[in-house]
């Protein structure tokens, strides 16, 4: 019946997606990028769901995720012409209202209904929202892991050399500190990079971290990077980051909860 369920909203969602074609090149473009894009991050759902053990219906409730995680992408360009939330509306809280207009989610249980869509709400925020339900949060962070390996696919084409404007100095403050930084506060080409490298610092899974590392798109901004001054401390710091959770087991004891320094000492102490 699940089953059943994922192939009706792959059919439902593939026409939608088509409904917003367009003879305008640049619309066409964006609705194919983000068209993609959801394929992709649908089967690294369910890979990583796969990855993870999870039960066969919870492989196929992370699929839908996936399928349905940027479903307010397509309403919000077709609205606004951009898929800048900051000039527009926030993409994931419009993909919510688009899902509340959908009869077939009644299909699924009020459980796993308040699951898909506290997932799909916190896919796209700074942090996700305090949430006592481990059920939750473990698919919010699945969902932002599969959501974050294609997005450096997506940017990979777009990583460019310094054009000298260097960094904003919050920014490279939370580089340094290995903390996220306000997206919205970005100024210069460069911050942009360093805002990419944050993003290792929140993939929850190693097999996540793993694949970013495999496809070289860490590689790719760290050579795109000014050499100069304290960022190569950062840069230090990022590397022995990577090798250590690359070299951690993706034990869901540890994916229920947030993964921190303690959490490495521990995990290390154990094999
Ligand atoms: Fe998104």
């Known amino acids: 019946m699940m089953k059943d369920l994922l192939q009706d909203m792959h059919a439902w969602m ?75 509306e926030d993409h994931a809280e419009l993909g919510i209202k688009v899902l509340g207009e959908l009869s077939f989610l009644q299909r699924l249980s009020l459980e796993d209904r308040e699951l898909l869509l506290f997932a799909i709400k916190n896919h796209n925020k700074k942090v996700i929202a305090d949430e006592a339900d481990e059920r939750k949060i473990l698919f919010a962070r699945l969902l932002r892991d599969a959501d974050k390996l294609d997005i450096y696919r997506v940017l990979f084409p777009y990583i460019l050399t310094s054009d000298g404007q260097g960094f904003s100095p919050d ?20 911050d942009r990079k360093l805002v990419r490298l944050m993003w290792v610092y929140d993939v929850n899974f190693s097999w996540t971290l793993q694949r970013i590392c495999d496809h070289g798109y860490i590689e790719a901004i760290l050579a795109c990077l000014p050499q100069e001054g304290p960022v190569q401390l950062g840069v230090q710091r990022l590397r022995a980051y990577v090798e250590r959770k690359c070299r951690m087991e993706d034990m869901l004891f540890l994916t229920h909860r947030h993964i921190n320094q303690e959490d490495f000492e521990a995990a290390e102490e154990n094999i």
């Open 14 to 88: 593939n026409s939608y997606m088509k409904s917003f074609y367009s003879k305008d090149a640049k619309i066409q473009e964006a609705i194919l990028l983000k068209e993609k894009h959801t394929g992709c991050v649908t089967a690294i759902s369910r890979k990583l769901a796969e990855h993870l053990g999870l039960s066969a219906h919870d492989i196929l409730l992370a699929e839908m995720m996936g399928l349905f995680h940027d479903i307010g992408r397509f309403r919000q360009f077709t609205l606004y012409q951009t898929f800048n939330d900051a000039e527009s």
């Open 171 to 190: 920014f490279l403050e939370c580089f340094l500190a290995g903390e996220q930084c306000d997206y919205a506060r970005i100024r210069t080409q460069d």
